[in-house]
């Protein structure tokens, strides 16, 4: 990248983490270069070095059938799927390509190869494309790969963000960014269960009237689907949004991405009650700003219980996957109970 | 270690030949070579897994073999 190099394509890998290697990806990418590797072919749920550090798309490989091949690696660092081939079925199953001949790297022949090696070239191509296409960070052509990959949407560890689809990504690079109302939705039927569950005399003037107090609303939105208004107004009038703008048109729990960087981990005390609790503590004393404290608690509750729902993503420092599912609900339980007593509270006082 | 196992070509990238142990584990074999590296031979192994290695067919861990006979 320091000679003008865009894509960098790594159809390669092994087991042993690297600091040296974690921060010559990371600095590749800083310097405005995509690296994509492949997730290995060893067949498990573990994804290999390079592709796992936080700086690569991880990239897995599925057969003619759309299905992942069973040799590829899946993960917690998966990003997504490509045509790797599958040759349980004869050659014909392979991609077929000019490449190196077996045992002999110097002389050049025209073969059927299967593995993630053969599946990530197809991500760097598109990658390319995607520059030529008037992408100008890594940034947005990884989000646009994610966003215009096919299959059910979602990103999960056996299929990453989905399978490559060029022109998706093509597509999703010219749209509007994607906003996720489906946390508002799950704050908005907490709030209703929360609302039933209150004794009438607590009540703060029925749900409607909640929801339309904007000192609760604007909160609540920020917190469960981002303020994303401040990025299609920066990519309007100024330009591609720097990381930090991309950082705060996320929801309030995704702004972990502004001190920690691009991740497919989210780290869990950002998704955690930790931050509605901090908000709420100045609110006890001052009555004005309980509206604002309940509706971050409120959108809390709503993204944590949905990321629950979707079994997305990993959170980073649980040693288990199966962790995350217990953290994401306890904490949505927490935020939600934080919220009734805000809400309470600001009909008693 | 010492590794009990079959030896097989996994045709993945560019290909590798592999060391399937007993234990169901896959291991790519490094400086492997002489009449035993063929599909099917029961062998032993004597190495170590090289975890700084890389390879193209990323088939599994790099079994780096000092020394090994016919089962």
Do not use: C
Request: proline share 7%; glycine share 14%.
């Amino acid at each position: 990248m320091d000679h003008g190099a865009r894509v960098l394509n790594l159809s390669l890998g092994g087991f042993g983490y690297s600091r040296v290697i974690e921060n010559a990806v990371a600095y590749a990418r800083g310097k405005g270069a995509v690296v994509v590797a492949a997730a290995g072919n060893h067949g498990d749920g573990t994804v290999a070095y390079p592709a796992a550090y936080a700086g690569a798309i991880g990239v897995g490989a599925v057969g003619p059938d759309g299905t992942r091949a069973p040799y590829s690696a899946w993960g917690q660092q998966l990003d997504l799927l490509a045509p790797g081939g599958d040759k349980r079925k004869g050659d014909e199953g392979g991609i077929l390509q000019a490449t190196i001949a077996r045992g002999a790297p110097g002389t050049p022949v025209y073969a059927s190869y299967q593995g993630t090696s053969m599946a990530t070239p197809h991500v760097s191509g598109v990658a390319a494309l995607l520059f030529a296409a008037g992408a100008k960070t890594p940034g947005e052509v990884e989000r646009a790969l994610y966003a215009g990959a096919s299959g059910p949407g979602g990103w999960t560890p056996e299929r990453g963000h989905g399978l490559l689809d060029a022109a998706g990504a093509l597509h999703a690079l010219g749209a509007a960014p994607r906003v996720d109302w489906q946390p508002l939705a799950a704050s908005a039927a907490i709030l209703l269960l929360l609302l039933l569950s209150l004794n009438p005399r607590f009540r703060p003037g029925g749900a409607l009237n909640v929801l339309l107090d904007p000192k609760l609303l604007v909160p609540l939105l920020i917190s469960s689907v981002g303020f994303f208004v401040l990025r299609i107004v920066w990519q309007k009038w100024v330009g591609a949004p720097p990381a930090v703008v991309e950082g705060l048109s996320l929801p309030i729990p995704d702004w972990e991405r502004i001190v920690f960087g691009r991740g497919r981990l989210a780290h869990p005390l950002f998704y955690s009650a930790l931050i509605p609790i901090l908000v709420a503590l100045p609110a006890m004393g001052w009555k004005s700003f309980r509206p604002v404290a309940a509706g971050i608690a409120l959108g809390f509750a709503g993204f944590l219980a949905y990321a629950a729902w979707t079994r997305a993503p990993g959170l980073s420092w649980l040693p288990f996957h199966f962790l995350a599912l217990p953290w994401l609900l306890g904490n949505a339980l927490v935020s939600a109970i934080l919220a009734r007593a805000l809400l309470i509270r600001r009909e008693k006082a | 270690m010492k590794v009990k196992g079959r030896i097989a070509f996994a045709d993945l990238g560019a290909g590798a030949w592999t060391l399937e142990a007993d234990d169901g584990r896959r291991y790519q074999l490094l400086g492997a070579k002489g009449d035993l590296l063929r599909e099917g031979a029961q062998v032993v192994v004597e190495g170590e897994v090289d975890t700084g290695a890389v390879s193209t067919a990323m088939a599994g861990p790099v079994l780096r073999v000092h020394r090994w006979h016919a089962a």
